[in-house]
T-cell receptor, first 120, second 109 residues
């Protein structure tokens, strides 16, 4: 259990285009999902917290108009990188927050496999 | 958020137990200790978590000191697939998971 998927696993796009990344919790419902970004040889950095049915909360320094987040259902959150530029090239990872129960003693975040974005 | 200190890197022979230490001396009373690992070019994988008692699951064992200021993740029989960066993260529900630099564990054939 506790499987999180991401689509696509990789994408190459031209500068100025928009890219949408999907994050799905496959076997549990997640009222909260998180989006992270990871540059080469660096650790994961939280970009935003996505709550089902409400606006996302962005970390300091993350442009909310550039990184659009939609959490339309309890199993799906999307991240759209608008007007992508080469500096947006990175590894984008989502996580879904699974509440305690089903054998787990406390709430746990489970991560997707990541999406590698390359902007030319 | 509690800060953690982990070795930058460690090597372990295949088949031996890998013991990964973590210091979290400023952990608060309600924070659990979570361990994740990240294999190259993949998303982090949840391993185990604990509060005060030692924990064991199919992947690993977690030993937490009585004062909760440090813990050790034990992979009992390391394989080449265990080569990854391991993160120790104090965490309480609804907090943000803050990833440090972790320990790069290399399993040697």
């Amino acid at each position: 259990g506790a499987v999180v998927s991401q689509h696509p696993s990789w994408v190459i796009c031209k500068s100025g285009t928009s890219v949408k990344i999907e994050c799905r919790s496959l076997d549990f419902q997640a009222t909260t999902m998180f989006w992270y970004r990871q540059f080469p040889k660096q650790s994961l950095m939280l970009m935003a917290t996505s709550n089902e049915g409400s606006k996302a909360t962005y970390e300091q320094g993350v442009e909310k108009d550039k990184f659009l987040i939609n959490h339309a259902s309890l199993t799906l959150s999307t991240l759209t990188v608008t007007s992508a530029h080469p500096e947006d090239s990175s590894f984008y990872i989502c996580s879904a927050y699974r509440l305690a129960g089903g054998g787990s003693s406390t709430d746990t975040q489970y991560f997707g496999p990541g999406t590698r974005l390359t902007v030319l | 958020d509690a800060k953690t200190t982990q070795p930058t890197s460690m090597d372990c022979a295949e088949g031996r137990a890998a013991n990964l230490p973590c210091n979290h001396s400023t952990i608060s009373g309600n924070e659990y200790v979570y361990w994740y690992r990240q294999i190259h070019s993949q998303g982090p994988q949840y391993i185990i978590h604990g509060l005060k008692n030692n924990e064991t699951n199919e992947m690993a064992s977690l030993i937490i000191t009585e004062d909760r200021k440090s813990s050790t993740l034990i992979l009992p029989h390391a394989t080449l697939r265990d080569t990854a960066v391991y993160y120790c993260i104090p965490y309480f529900e609804n907090e943000k998971l803050t990833f440090g630099t972790g320990t790069r564990l290399t399993i040697i054939p």
